[in-house]
């Protein structure tokens, strides 16, 4: 399994993806609507929380992009390597680190701001200070264009890698190009690795797995290497370097005898006198490859005393012989390499100290005989008494039971027959049947189920297949059963159908009786008449949405300027009787006598003595009105007491400059009546909508 997953690392957008990203986000995951009229710590509130909101979205976005992406200092030396051959460390950190500057610039723009919002005394500098941080914020996205791209090219990149671990077992294969590494690959494993006749098709690490000796084994393919300096070698050579130097395994370094590859057999030793030193503490095998085309015995004396030579110089070398188009050779390379890198892993652990701290945990103990006595194993004597009569022991000849063989796996004593394994059992012994045997005797796993009744233990061995088991003193359900149950129901049933529908003949034709005479019925019909209507109309009464302005200027401009518009006496005398021709006295004169009586309640409110019902003062009033203006003149004259000191009571912003509590009254009445005009509705069922908010 590898070690690092880079495919894991999320996508990266653009800068201008990301001011998106982030813009779209605080609008919908924050509040959008905010007025004049709010308190001014509720609008400092409101902006704050979005720039607090934008913060954070671009702190969790940029703190993603470097966790996902690995540390080079944390990482395996191969592929801190890896990747500085294949994305230059440098330019890998320097863009992880402007992405890290620009995390703090943010943070340090959202803190000065909301500072500043703090201080804001109008909702029009809030919004300034607001829309100043978001654009400073999306400023230092926007100049992380570059760095954005580069580590978005890098990730796709790196997802790309093979998932190689560092630790595993592995073979590695080099040699120049063309010598038949990906060749012998593709034989051992399943990878599937483009193989053609030309120089360099491999550009980059493959990996593939094959199996050896029950365990996993990792076989890594590596580019093609020229016989120039390291300085000069470009990045296809430098990872097949690169995966030289940092992993343990078995080198598998190839040469091509035959020189189809297009290099010489002077120009292969060359090249591995040149990486030679990338050798050393590893298992290495020299395989002499294509030798279908040039035998090995058939080489120029001069070319193998060259190859021998430099097998005989490096130590822990073997020669080997291949050929991928015969397969010559191919197992025995695989058995060889698999095998020494084994050997070597486990004398490595051997002689470090971790082994040591095992083994004193280990204690060995070796059993001594305390006296010359043979102990040989029991047997018991009806065992022997069964293997006498044939029903146990080995199964040959001299057994005399044969059993089935269905079924069953062949084992080495098997012995091969003309009747094979489906031999049937011989029924003329008196060997207890199996449930196995029974089974393949009667069709099989499937098609027969064991009768477990016969396992049952009851008293008595008879009852054991009854249909219906025993309950109760001897007896069971079925002793119970009539056998004409069934008769006597039917016979009941038909009986009490008969009854019904001779009484549903008998009443047919007969109206109830009733009690009371045709008066009192036709005024029990009358009343229940008039209560339906009743009900109909409560609820008709209930559902109706009364507006608050008469219907007939419903929708309409109302000028209070004009004497004829307001509903006042002289209005409505106009419209009456100019307009309809009614006489309007009646009219005015109720109104009159309702002003009366308000003035009169008013006068009663305003006095300053309490009242009663009975009192002078209480005179035409209810109980509950003389209550409740006794209760408003209490609380006037605590408000008055407390006039004194109102320095120290905490008022709401709109009693500041109010002198009593008529005042603060008439001011909320005003507010509410304000209220419902910049609304702009004609009454409580009016639902025209229209655009009155001004959008911040």
Known sequence: MPVYNFKSIGAIPSAGDLVDIVLTRTQRRTPTVVHPGYKISRIRGFYIRKIKFTQQTISERLSAILSEFPRLNDIHPFYSDLCNTLYDRDHYKLALGQINAARGTVDTIARDMIRMVKYGDSLYRCKSLK????????????????????????????????????????????????????????????ANVDVQPYAFTTKSLFVGHTDHRYLRWQIIDTPGLLDHPLEERNTIEMQAITALAHLTCAVLYFLDISENCGYTVESQCALFKSIRPLFVNKELIVVVNKVDVQPWDTLDAKRKAMVKDI???????????????????????????????????????VSSGKVDNVIHRLQVFHPAARD??????????????????????????????????????????????????????????DVKKTARDLMWKNGGPG?????????????????????????????????????????????LEAEEEQLVAEEEAAAMGEDPESELDEEEEAAVAAIRSRRIILTKARHVNKSQNYPVVPRSIRGRQKDKHDDMAALTIKGIKSHLEDGFGINSSKVVERGRKRERSLDRRKEVENMDVDMTEDGPNGRGL??????????????????????SRDHSLPKEPFQMGLKDED???????KDRTGRRNWKGLSGEGDQRKSVHLVKW
Not at 139 to 166: I, M, N
Not at 171 to 179: I, Q, R, T, Y
Not at 622 to 643: L, T
Not at 663 to 669: I, L, Q, R
Request: with cysteine; charged share 35%.
């Open 131 to 190: 829309r100043a941080a978001l654009g400073r914020m999306c400023t230092v996205l926007k100049r992380q264009k570059s760095a954005l791209a580069y580590l978005e090219e890098v990730r796709k990149h790196l997802g790309r890698l093979p998932a190689l671990d560092p630790s595993a077992r592995t073979l590695l294969m080099c040699g120049s190009p063309n010598v038949g590494k990906s060749s012998f690959m593709n034989k051992i494993t399943r």
């Open 372 to 429: 010359g006595t043979v102990r040989d194993a029991f047997i018991p004597q009806s065992v022997v008494q069964a293997r006498a009569d044939g029903r146990l022991g080995p199964t040959d000849d001299e057994r005399r039971p044969k059993r089935s063989r269905t079924g069953y796996a062949p084992t080495v004593e098997d012995k091969s027959n003309d009747d094979g394994d489906d031999a049937e059992m011989d029924t003329n012994c």
């Open 622 to 643: 209810s109980k509950g009105a003389i209550k409740r203006a006794n209760a408003d003149k209490k609380k006037k004259e605590r408000f008055a007491r407390n006039k």
């Open 447 to 491: 098609v027969w189920a064991p009768d477990y009744r016969e396992q049952y233990d009851l008293e008595d061995d008879s009852w054991r297949f009854d249909a219906i088991p025993e309950i109760v003193d001897g007896k069971n359900i079925s002793d119970y059963i009539d056998a004409d149950i069934d008769s006597k129901l039917a016979a």
């Open 663 to 669: 005042a603060v009254t008439s001011t909320k009445k």
């Open 311 to 349: 097998v005989e110089t490096t130590p822990n070398c073997t020669l080997m012989t291949m050929s991928n188009i015969s397969e010559q050779g191919v197992s025995d390379v695989k058995t060889t390499a698999c095998d020494r890198l084994l050997a070597s892993r486990v004398s490595a652990r």
